[in-house]
Structures are given as structure tokens and as C-alpha cells.
């Protein structure tokens, strides 16, 4: 700075998801200050969120700290702080600790949390899956089961102990679904004495008709298939009407569960409060075409905590790719109006939708091309083994794999976080 | 147990450690029916858990599920369960859940906890280092520290977050603060904008003479310029009189410091209390020479939570490998019993003392080899990727370290539990 014959333009991020880190990108060697603020210390790789529930991979496989990602970017200060509010009038942030953070443009990036849908009251019973904390919390729900049944006598109590339901037919449900199956049909019966792993229950309900609704009929036939070939009870239709420490009920039954996964829906961030801005029902900001938010042109919102119309006229997912679209937009924004320039409206440009279902199955969609199967299962592989940032994690999230696929084993199967108050 | 004509013996083991495990090892093969109860469900490689702490490896490198290392043994039932007491003139092992767990001849292999030494006051503010939780705690401290010092602008508050204090210099002291020196000094550096890591001040105190004093007095010396040469400050002979939110004091003066780690004490579990039993200070269990416990026959102690005299007179130390003698030992004790046979009494064999210190700096005493250095640091990290249980951790944790090698990069540099609530 103090070689900077004019001030420069200060670009507050925050948020260090898909979207805001495809920002900061963007501007590299660009003449602006950034400052990036996170509540979390990390990057997290949410597409495999899942893998860490279901102990396939370790927290630090799918996460990396948001400063060592960043360590060569001298152009960027990281905050680790929770944002509670905006003041737009004087452009500065608001820290929870009282500090304010001016700045020049605004890049809001805050993401989604999952949602009840008017039920917060179900969270408790049936946690939903979006931070590392949710993942290890999943993880130890799941594996304390398993072991509070193989020292349950009761057989009712037993049965409940052993029934997981899914609530939500989405990727995230499907991909949990698959996997817990696989856990107990596959990994887990050697392990156990007096229970068989393998007459686990897994039931995943959905309020829609179908599974995946975001992708080609046919494939979601297909995936439907798949999974209860993997041992996986599909309930389609049927909105879940009640969620309690017992279980959950559905079309007027009770269906007796100790674990319940909430993967049915998500409500975007309190971005749009902060700025008393127009917001969907799930509180996602309607942008304006070039992503600013309406009212006020120096600040931009991208990802799951905003909504816009795709090009087929289809709200844009809320998916990793669209965020890191939108990330790298703004960023040209930013750079055209300091050049005086100006770009486009955003365009969303779909390149495909990819979900694993078991092992050696999944599904893609790339438009024209529609695969399933083995195939399919090792592109998305590939592919997800590519989005990885940074080699260690790509070779490391790679022999964890092979070693599931080979050995049907998982690594990660550790019960931590109060854990010694847990018995029988 | 259909097929057996006679009632076969039953050996309750508590505690996963290395003293427990082992014992269930050496009765491989024997005619027992064993149940093995831990309050966690993974066993943990405790020599490795400060380089969770420091962010060197992920919690799944150094901990294995129970069930998993012994699901091949068919003989062995594993229950996750916290043990509360112990009925010997029933033969029962008490759960904290009222089920009682009959035996024929007990193992107790339940371990020790850091002691504050009558201080229990102080564990808030100097957590020790015993589970996974514990490291993933200190973790979260000491990145937390770095975090908020990067936010603090008053100078004081700044230098007391960036001032690291370990008490007692024993290995996982020296270790400790060996390790948090080359994260502040080396690792860090670059992705921090506003503090130089480098200045953060770790102070390792010790209330006797020297560091590392089980091993030989020039290695000591070694240890002590090679901390020294790494940034460490060592103040030797002052007991700390004092911890609280604000630091700690020794010698009448007072260091201001934000982060402050306990590894100057242990005291062994209940076991002692359980059976009545005679105990030293420390509460371990004063053994007979063939590991039972005075007055109990049918109960043996194994590990941490006994105290014996070696053959050199002094007291068996508390590390892995005399841990595992015990454990196998007792199991050939057992074995022999069944037979109607006897064994001599228990005889500890040491093969050598290690300790790393930093990077490329370790010293080992074997008796009559004692070596320092790059050549000691090379074989301490042999020897630890070989005790290490089970192929695949031995690739990731070579990995991981070749890594932080080669890079001076830590992968697990993870914020989690909690972490959204820490602001500024």
C-alpha cells in the first residue's frame, strides 16, 4: 500500500465457498485490495460432504485452509469472522465482534443452510448434512447406531436402531442412501457378533415422484433401480409429516427409526435481510442480470445464496459449477468497470449433472450424452478427482477410494466428539 | 459356543490400548471366549496424537476401529461401553448403562488421563493431550490463536495470542513444542498478512533439570540446543505456580500467554479405586510379579493404569512397548493356566527410548547406541511408520509426512467443532 500511488479499490468477499474463492481468482493481478472473510478457517469440497458422513474419506481430505490456498496471493487478507450484517449506506461490513470492514465493491457469497420448511423443531432428530461439523455429527449418528444395537436386547429397540431414513430424493439424499447401504450390506458385518449388519434398514422417502428430479427420467429410473438393487427401500410421493426422536411418519404411518438424515431442502443465507433486498421463499436474492442485487450496484451475490434464470428459462442449480460461473462473472464485472469497460449479462452455462449412487454406479447427464453405470461411475470419479484442488488431496482421496472399492473397507470410521458419553 | 461341549473361560478386557490389544492378540487361538469393552470404538496410536494437534496428520491416520482390527476374530466381542466399576466377588465387570459383563479372569488395561497434581482448576486453560478430542481441541487452540492475532490490533493482546506455552518436557512436551515452533516459524509464514508468525514466542517449561529426562544426559543436551536452535525458549527447573485465562506463572513471574498445553503429569484410571486395590501416588495399580492385581487372582493389570519395577529397579516406564509386553505376557499367563502350567514372572525387556524433535532433528537410546540428529530422525520415523497397524495408514502417514517434508505444508489444518462461535 504504501507504494500505491492511489488508493485501491477495496473488494470485500465474503464467503469462501465455490463462489467466492471463483472470485478472488478472477482478480488476480487485478489493481484492487481483497479482503476475504469466513466464518469457517477452511475450503470445503461440499460435492463429497457425504463421503465424510459415511466414512469413506477424512475431514482433511475434502477441506484445505482458506489461507494456504490463498498463501501466494499477497493482494488478499483472510478474516476469520463471522459477517452479521451489511451497511450498505456506508459500505462497510459488519463483523459480530463490532469491527466494520469498508469496502468499495461488496461480493456476497454466504451460501445456503439446510431448511425445514417451517419444522426447525425436526432438526434435532433428523440433522441435515452442509459443514464438516454436520459430516463428523452424521458420521457418529451413524456408527453409534450400529454399535447401541449390537448391545440392544430388545427386538423392537434393535430394529429401530438399525432403520436410517433419508428424508429427501435429491443427490445428496440418494448418494447418502446408497452409501449407508453399502456400509452395512458390504463393510460392516464382519465387525459385528450378536446383530447382522446386513438386515439394516435403509428407507428413503421422497415428497416428489421421482428420485433425482433434476435429471433425465430415464436415468432417474435407472437410479432408482440401482438403488434398491444396493438394498436401498425407495419411497416416492410421500411428504414426511412428522419427525421425532422415535422416528418419522409418513402417509399416516409410523415408520420406527433412530437415525434420520434431513436431505430435503435448503434455505440460502440471511444475505438478503441484510440488505432488506427482494428474496425467493428460501431467502435466495433475486439479482439483477449482471448478479448485482437490485438497489445496490456495488454489491454483487453469487451461488446458493442467490436466484436467477438460467438461459432455458430454469432458475440456475444450485450446484458447485453455477457458483463458480457466477464467481468468475462478477470478477469480470469488477475488472471491466475499473477499465471503464463493460460485459454481458451472466450466462449460465450447464455442462452436465453427475451423481453416484453405489459402487460402480451412477448416473450423468451431459444433455446429449446420457450414461449410467460402471462407466458413468468412473467418470464421475475422475472428474470429482480432478475438481480437487491441490495434488495431495487428488492422490490421497484416490487410494482412500481404491481402498473402499477394493477392500470394501472405510478408513474414516471414527466416533469422535462425546464420544465417551455415548453408551449402550 | 453350540458346538463347544465345556463352558469355555471368559476373558473380560477393558481398555483398546496397546496393553489390551495385545493381550487379545496373544490369545489367539487360545479356548477363552473374550469380550474386549472400550468407551471409544477406535483404538489409538498415542505416540503420533501430538502431530494431530499440530496438524501433521488427520485423526483417521493414527486411530483404527476396534471392531475392524479384530474382525477376523470370530472370539472376540467388542462393546462400546463405559466401564463404572468392577463386582469381584460376583466375577462382574459394572457398565455405566447397570448391564453387568460376568468373567472368569479380567484384564484391566484401562490407562491414565493427564493430572493436574491438585490443580484441577487449571485443565480450562492447559488441556492435555490423552484422545483424538484432546488433539483436535489443541488444534483448534493453537490455529485459533494465529487467527485471532491476526485480528487483534492491541500489541499486548497480540503477543499474548502468539505466545505458546507447553508445560513439562517430557516427550510429548518436547515434541509439542518442537512441532507448534516449525508451524509458526515455517509453516505459517506465508499465509498470514498483518502478524509475522515467526515472532510467536514458544516457551516450553520444566520443573526438573533437564529436557527429556528418561533419556541419557548428553541426548538430553542435545534435545535441549536443537529446541533452542529451532526457536523454543526452555526454562528448566521452575514448577509453574499458576495458569489461568491470561497465562501462567513460574518463578514469581508472570508470562501472558493465550495458548497453554499440560503434558507435565498423568495419573492412571480408576481401576485401582474399583478393586480397593493398593496404589501408588498416581493411582496405579501396585502389581504382583505376574501382573494380577494383591488379593485378585483372576484379575490382571496391564499398561499405564499399573506401576512395577523393572529389572534395573526402576519403574517399568509408561510407553507403548512396555504396554504390549504386559498385554502379552498376561495372555501367555492365562494360556498357561488353562493348561495347568506355569510361567515365570513378568520381566520388561527395553529396547530403546526416542524422540523426535523437530525437523530432521530426533535423538534414540538404545542402551549402549545412542544417536542424534538426521540418522535418528530417519529411524524414528521408520520405526513409527512400521509399529503403526495396517498398510494403508503406513502409505498416508509416509505420505502425509513426506509431505510436510518436502513442502513444509500440514494438510489437516482443520478448525472444526465449534468453530463458527469463535469470532476476533
Known amino acids: 500500500m504504501t507504494d500505491a500511488p492511489a488508493k485501491p479499490h477495496r473488494v470485500v468477499i465474503v464467503g469462501a465457498g465455490f463462489g467466492g474463492l471463483e472470485t478472488v481468482f478472477g482478480l488476480k493481478g487485478a489493481p484492487v485490495e481483497i479482503t476475504l472473510i469466513d466464518r469457517r478457517n477452511h475450503h470445503l469440497f461440499q460435492p463429497l460432504l457425504y463421503q465424510v458422513a459415511t466414512a469413506s474419506l477424512a475431514t482433511s481430505e475434502i477441506a484445505w485452509p482458506i489461507r494456504h490456498v490463498l498463501s501466494d496471493r499477497k493482494d488478499v487478507t483472510t478474516l476469520f469472522a463471522n459477517v452479521n450484517g451489511v451497511d450498505a449506506k456506508e459500505k462497510r461490513v459488519r463483523l459480530e465482534d463490532g469491527e466494520t470492514i469498508p469496502y468499495d465493491t461488496l461480493v456476497l457469497a454466504t451460501g445456503a443452510r439446510h431448511a425445514y420448511f417451517g419444522h426447525d423443531e425436526w432438526e434435532p432428530f433428523a440433522p441435515g448434512l452442509k459443514t464438516l461439523e454436520d459430516a463428523t455429527t452424521l458420521r457418529r449418528r451413524i456408527l453409534v447406531a450400529f454399535e447401541r444395537a449390537e448391545r440392544e436386547t430388545d427386538p423392537q429397540r434393535r430394529a429401530a436402531l438399525l432403520t436410517f431414513v433419508i428424508i429427501g430424493a435429491g443427490p445428496t439424499g440418494v448418494e447418502l442412501a446408497g452409501t449407508i447401504a453399502e456400509l452395512a450390506k458390504h463393510t460392516l458385518p464382519p465387525d459385528f457378533r450378536r446383530i447382522d449388519t446386513q438386515k439394516a434398514r435403509v428407507v428413503l422417502i421422497e415428497a416428489g415422484p421421482r428420485v433425482l428430479a433434476g435429471f433425465d427420467e430415464n436415468l432417474s429410473a435407472y437410479a432408482q433401480r440401482a438403488l434398491e438393487d444396493s438394498?436401498?427401500?425407495?419411497?416416492?410421493?410421500?411428504?414426511?409429516?412428522?419427525?421425532?426422536?422415535?422416528?418419522?411418519?409418513?402417509?399416516?404411518?409410523?415408520?420406527?427409526?433412530?437415525?434420520?438424515?434431513?436431505?430435503?431442502?435448503?434455505?440460502?443465507?440471511?444475505?438478503?435481510?441484510?440488505?432488506?433486498?427482494?428474496?425467493?421463499?428460501?431467502?435466495?436474492?433475486?439479482?439483477?442480470?449482471?448478479?448485482?442485487?437490485?438497489?445496490?450496484?456495488?454489491?454483487?451475490?453469487?451461488?446458493?445464496?442467490?436466484?436467477?434464470?438460467?438461459?432455458?428459462?430454469?432458475?440456475?442449480?444450485?450446484?458447485?459449477?453455477?457458483?463458480?460461473?457466477?464467481?468468475?462473472?462478477?470478477?469480470?464485472?469488477?475488472?471491466?468497470?475499473?477499465?471503464?469497460?463493460?460485459?454481458?449479462?451472466?450466462?449460465?452455462?450447464?455442462?452436465?449433472?453427475?451423481?453416484?449412487?453405489?459402487?460402480?454406479?451412477?448416473?450423468?447427464?451431459?444433455?446429449?450424452?446420457?450414461?449410467?453405470?460402471?462407466?458413468?461411475?468412473?467418470?464421475?470419479?475422475?472428474?470429482?478427482?480432478?475438481?480437487?484442488?491441490?495434488?495431495?488431496?487428488?492422490?490421497?482421496?484416490?487410494?482412500?477410494?481404491?481402498?473402499?472399492?477394493?477392500?470394501?473397507?472405510?478408513?474414516?470410521?471414527?466416533?469422535?466428539?462425546?464420544?465417551?458419553?455415548?453408551?449402550?
Chains 1, 2 share one sequence.
Open 231 to 424: 438394498g436401498v427401500e425407495v419411497v416416492l410421493g410421500q411428504p414426511v409429516t412428522e419427525c421425532t426422536a422415535d422416528g418419522v411418519t409418513y402417509g399416516g404411518q409410523q415408520l420406527n427409526a433412530r437415525t434420520i438424515i434431513w436431505a430435503a431442502g435448503v434455505r440460502a443465507s440471511r444475505a438478503a435481510e441484510w440488505l432488506g433486498a427482494p428474496a425467493d421463499r428460501a431467502h435466495r436474492l433475486k439479482v439483477n442480470p449482471d448478479l448485482t442485487v437490485p438497489g445496490h450496484p456495488d454489491v454483487f451475490a453469487v451461488g446458493d445464496t442467490v436466484t436467477i434464470a438460467g438461459p432455458d428459462g430454469n432458475p440456475v442449480p444450485g450446484i458447485a459449477p453455477a457458483a463458480k460461473q457466477e464467481g468468475r462473472y462478477v470478477s469480470k464485472v469488477i475488472k471491466a468497470r475499473l477499465n471503464g469497460t463493460t460485459v454481458g449479462p451472466f450466462r449460465y452455462n450447464h455442462s452436465g449433472s453427475l451423481a453416484q449412487i453405489g459402487k460402480r454406479k451412477a448416473i450423468i447427464d451431459f444433455g446429449r450424452i446420457k450414461l449410467r453405470g460402471t462407466i458413468a461411475w468412473w467418470i464421475w470419479g475422475i472428474a470429482h478427482i480432478y475438481f480437487l484442488i491441490g495434488l495431495r488431496h487428488r492422490l490421497s482421496v484416490a487410494l482412500s477410494w481404491l481402498w473402499v472399492y477394493a477392500r470394501d473397507q472405510r478408513a474414516a470410521r471414527l466416533i469422535t466428539q462425546g464420544s465417551s458419553k455415548v453408551t449402550g
